[in-house]
């Protein structure tokens, strides 16, 4: 099947958006079965195609797949966040890469000032926050359109996880989320959402 | 067409995934067609069952649809973004609502406790930056899986469109982005992303 560019204003079918985004829930249990690295790598693929400012994709992803890598994350991690970190095939660091603006004169080739705009770096971590947040939103969208499902997790100690993971970088953790094939365990009924008037308003 | 929880382990069609992330581009001029009122409802349908910490969602989704609305955004933009959002049929601008934590116990109601766990505004405001982003995220995502075209900004005034949008309010603008029907008008070539190997990990 080919991409046809004149049928991009055409909405998916209502199946694919229950998958992506109605029907999809946060896990919090994962079944056994492995993710293998051709799909993390072809999650990655679809990811790195988001938009980000000046095409900057601060985010960076650390993909804890062995059991030794993911007990080194344990620790870390705040209260029952722990145990399902564990259980879950992979767990993924989002970080960002403070650093972001020396990757600009490759990746936004066509304004050779690039780099120079962010020189001053309580802006330019703001930057990196903000678009390796909207690149972990594109993630776990993306997950979901390949069929995987996602738990994501704020809840840990973050200079730990620096220290632990990126000691002697320019990236720190962002935020981090389990990934694999969710079971229906611990799964809560689905909490309300803000109705439109509530969260939104048209001028 | 029915959603059954049973496939939602299989990856979306190419097609699919090409009008969501890797054939989808930054549109920097629309077409004048218009975007309906129940489209925008239905894009934030979307966008608000995406996970956020302790389900939060403290995004907020201005929507300036009519000229006089767009007309009061247009001088705080920078540069060469202020005639691209004139040009759009709508502009949307993504604020968090940094008081969010009030809104907790409606919306995650098996912890009753939890509006106290952002009682510090530094971390809550924290929060709120990163899951209003993932929630952009999300909305971008969204627009794209209904046929829509996004073209995202973060050049702008912030104390001013704060000061002319959302005064007397805890909502704060996070980013700006046009929202339509894109042409192919004032397109780059897309821009080189980094490799997996760049800006990502497998342990």
């Known amino acids: ?42 999650l990655y693929d679809l990811t790195r195609f988001g938009p980000t400012a000046v095409n900057s994709t601060p985010a960076r992803f650390l993909f804890l797949t062995s059991v030794e890598a993911r007990q080194r994350l344990a620790p870390f991690m705040s209260g029952n966040n722990r145990e399902k970190t564990l259980k879950a095939p992979v767990n993924v660091i989002i970080g960002m890469d403070t650093r972001f603006h020396e990757t600009l004169p490759r990746l936004f080739p ?13 802006a330019r971590r703001e ?18 359109a390949l069929g995987l499902d996602v738990g994501p997790m704020s809840g840990f100690d973050a200079a730990g996880v620096k ?41």
């Open 110 to 122: 066509h304004a050779p000032g690039a780099r120079d705009w962010f020189a001053d770096e309580a």
């Open 127 to 144: 930057s990196a926050f903000r678009n390796s947040s909207l690149q972990g939103g594109y993630f776990m969208i993306a997950a979901r």
């Open 1 to 42: 099947m080919t991409y046809d560019p004149s049928t991009r204003d055409v909405a998916l079918d209502d199946t694919a958006l229950a998958q992506l985004f109605s029907e999809a829930r946060t896990r919090n249990d994962f079944s056994d079965r492995p993710v293998p690295e051709a799909l993390l790598r072809r």
């Open 163 to 203: 220290a632990e993971f990126f000691a002697g970088t320019s990236v720190e953790p962002n935020f981090i989320l389990n990934l694999g094939y969710g079971t229906d365990e611990n799964l809560f009924p689905r909490s309300p959402r803000l109705d439109f008037e509530e969260a939104a308003q048209i001028l």
